[in-house]
């Protein structure tokens, strides 16, 4: 019985690690256990100094919020203070739990008898109540800064990587030699901390607050995760940074629209959104698809020939700009009409104004997937949510 059972681990390994899925022909495991540079060649063993990564970066979160992020927030005004608490009553608890938390006409004038209650009233207890379940703004504020904080910081040191990089001069650099490119140190810890923080996402998701996508967005945060694991493992690392590094430049501006609209600082949210928009069209649909698509379709067949986990790879790459594209037409669409809405009439002119943004930014925004890789993004290899 044990024989039949470790025959069929080992089967089942070699499936999983079948070096005719993962790898160019005529390139075996053995051939990528050379030493090269720096740290050698990708391993997936490599993978496992991420979980206490992910630990670390999870307690510096915590320390970063308590005593940077929320000084930060009482300092522009945020109160340290929950929603006004409705007063306790056990039917109308029951009828917000089990039946509706917008009760019509008909329900609130029963009600209204039951209770001997004026309907104004309880629809003000309804209306506490809901707010009660809303997660306190100093909260959101310190979990949007400490994102802010992280996606600020890895794209500078994204950038600052790539600069001395000759595949960010000469992207056909990512496919010369592959998979024999050795992987240095600084693209070993570039890597090691994006795929980090997003296992730190995926363990705090189920102790933060409670959000109304929160099952999409650990599949999300397990998509992105994937991502990135897919492309270390393949050695896709150069290409992979790239992304990364496209996709982190429009997360940090995102966030940063959120603490401008946490703050009540509704003109700096307003073009803070304008500029994330733009960025977020340029990278999404301008250089994504015809610069990182264009080499890992057109230049990655000319220069290695298609293989199995090639095809993979390409179609995720493909399903993240096909999100993309719904994404900026979503963001497209919901800020024309939020402008529209927004023209106030002065003496003698019509001006348009972006304060409707507001409301648009705690609607929609909030609610996108940030980062940043969601299934955005290979940042889905790598959009976060409030």
């Known amino acids: 019985m044990a024989t039949t059972a ?15 899925f993962w790898l160019p022909q005529n390139v075996s495991w053995a051939d990528l256990e050379g030493p090269g540079d720096g740290y050698g060649y990708p391993r997936a063993r490599h993978i496992l100094s991420v979980f206490p990564v992910a630990a670390g970066i999870f307690s ?9 992020a929320k000084p930060c927030a009482l300092h522009v005004g ?22 509706t938390k917008y009760p019509d006409e008909q329900r609130l004038k029963g009600l209204s008898k039951q209770l001997d209650w004026d309907v104004r009233k309880i629809q003000c207890w309804f209306r506490h109540r809901r707010n009660q379940d809303k997660p ?6 310190c979990e949007s800064m400490w994102r802010f904080t992280f996606y600020l910081c890895i794209f500078c040191y994204g950038i600052r990587f790539l600069w001395s990089s000759p595949w ?15 992987l240095t140190s600084g693209l070993y810890y570039y890597y090691m901390m994006e795929l980090a923080f997003y296992w730190s996402l995926m363990f705090s998701q189920f102790i933060d607050i409670k959000r109304k996508d929160f099952l999409i967005m650990f599949l999300h945060h397990l998509a992105t995760i994937g991502l990135i694991t897919f492309s270390y493992i393949n050695n896709m690392v150069r290409v992979g940074t790239l992304v990364m590094c496209l996709h982190d430049v429009s997360d940090f501006l995102l966030e940063a629209a959120k603490l401008a609209n946490y703050a009540k600082y509704q003109r700096l949210c307003d073009t803070l959104f304008v500029i994330f928009s733009a960025v977020f069209v340029v990278t999404r649909l301008g250089i994504y698809p015809f610069w990182i698509l264009n080499t890992t379709f057109f230049e990655s067949w000319e220069m290695i020939g298609p293989y199995p986990s090639w095809w993979l790879f390409n179609g995720l790459l493909l399903i993240l ?10 963001i497209m669409r919901i800020a024309f009409k939020a402008l529209i809405r927004g023209k106030v009439t002065y003496p003698g002119r019509i001006r348009p104004r972006l304060c409707t943004l507001h409301s648009f930014l705690t609607s929609f925004l909030f609610s996108m997937p940030g980062g940043s890789w969601t299934v955005s993004s290979f940042a889905c290899v790598k959009g976060r949510s409030q």
């Open 60 to 68: 510096v979160r915590l320390l970063f919020e308590r005593f940077i």
């Open 6 to 20: 470790a025959g069929a681990l080992g089967l089942l390994w070699g499936w999983l690690w079948s070096e005719r």
């Open 321 to 330: 700009q096909f999100l993309h594209v719904i994404w900026s037409y979503l």
């Open 78 to 99: 945020i109160q340290d203070s929950g929603p006004y608490q409705a007063q306790p009553n056990a039917i109308l608890e029951k009828v917000f739990i089990s039946i």
């Open 168 to 182: 960010f001069w000469d992207i056909r650099q990512c496919w010369h030699s592959y998979p024999y490119q050795p």
């Open 136 to 141: 306190p703004t100093l909260t959101k504020f």
